[in-house]
């Protein structure tokens, strides 16, 4: 089962503004990211964090790493109406397994 | 196209019926990885091949789920005697390098509809 909470589930915001969104977990990841998932598609990444505390950017996209390991947000700034979809984070728990952990998603709606 | 490719793009099945679904990875990338994603949720891993080897298939759900890539390139998941829990989005993923911090490329995936 999902070990990654993600909130929140769903926003609706309008046209120009900032949005956040986060993950927690029990369990300490060594890599973190953030993908962006459009109806029918598959899943496409946003930005990857390998550090603990890494803060980073991706245009309007900005990523941190938390400090213990067991978080991270994305923050969306200046919304603009192609930004509306999914948006999953997914952490991988060590550097021998492959297999990503993603979380159940934040549904983003934007307002023009 | 250059991405990844998976067929069909809808398949539906009854119960009991034994489904398989097709991945073409992008040319040359070693790593591929098959998930699951049910309504409404992320997507769940299933299983991992390296070339032809299949080195983790620990999602798999059952021993109705197989996997296989025998040449390295393209892979086919096969479910067996479907059951209506096995409905949803099967997502195939590949990378070029086994580097743990390789880029995932997603295809558009296949959806499995149980009846």
């Known amino acids: 089962g999902q070990q990654l909470n993600q909130s929140p589930q769903s926003m609706f915001i309008q046209e120009g503004e900032d949005v956040s969104m986060n993950c927690t977990s029990s369990?300490?990841?060594?890599?973190w990211l953030w993908y962006k998932q459009d109806p029918g598609e598959g899943p496409v990444l946003l930005i990857a964090?390998?550090?603990?505390?890494e803060l980073t950017s991706n245009g309007r996209l900005t990523a941190q790493f938390g400090i213990t390991r067991k978080d991270s947000f994305l923050n969306i700034s200046a919304s603009i109406p192609s930004d509306v979809g999914i948006y999953f984070c997914?952490?991988?728990?060590?550097?021998?397994?492959?297999?990503?952990?993603f979380g159940s998603g934040t549904r983003l709606q934007v307002q023009p | 196209g250059a991405g990844v490719s998976q067929s069909p793009r809808y398949k539906v099945a009854k119960r009991g019926q034994d489904v398989a679904l097709r991945c073409d990875p992008i040319?040359?990338?070693?790593?591929l990885f098959w998930y699951q994603q049910a309504l409404g949720q992320g997507p769940e891993f299933l299983t991992y091949?390296?070339?032809?080897?299949?080195?983790?298939k620990s999602g798999l759900p059952s021993d109705r789920f197989f996997a296989e890539r025998p040449e390295g390139s393209v892979s086919t998941l096969k479910i067996q005697r479907t059951q209506q829990e096995d409905s949803a989005v099967y997502l195939c993923?590949?990378?070029?390098?086994?580097?743990?911090?390789?880029?995932?490329?997603f295809g558009s995936g296949t959806q499995l509809s149980v009846l």
């Open positions: 369990s300490i990841f060594n890599t």
């Open positions: 997914a952490g991988q728990l060590n550097a021998g397994r492959r297999a990503l952990t």
């Open positions: 040319s040359g990338h070693v790593s």
């Open positions: 964090l390998y550090k603990a505390g």
């Open positions: 091949f390296q070339n032809e080897a299949q080195l983790d």
């Open positions: 993923a590949s990378s070029f390098q086994v580097a743990t911090n390789e880029k995932l490329f």
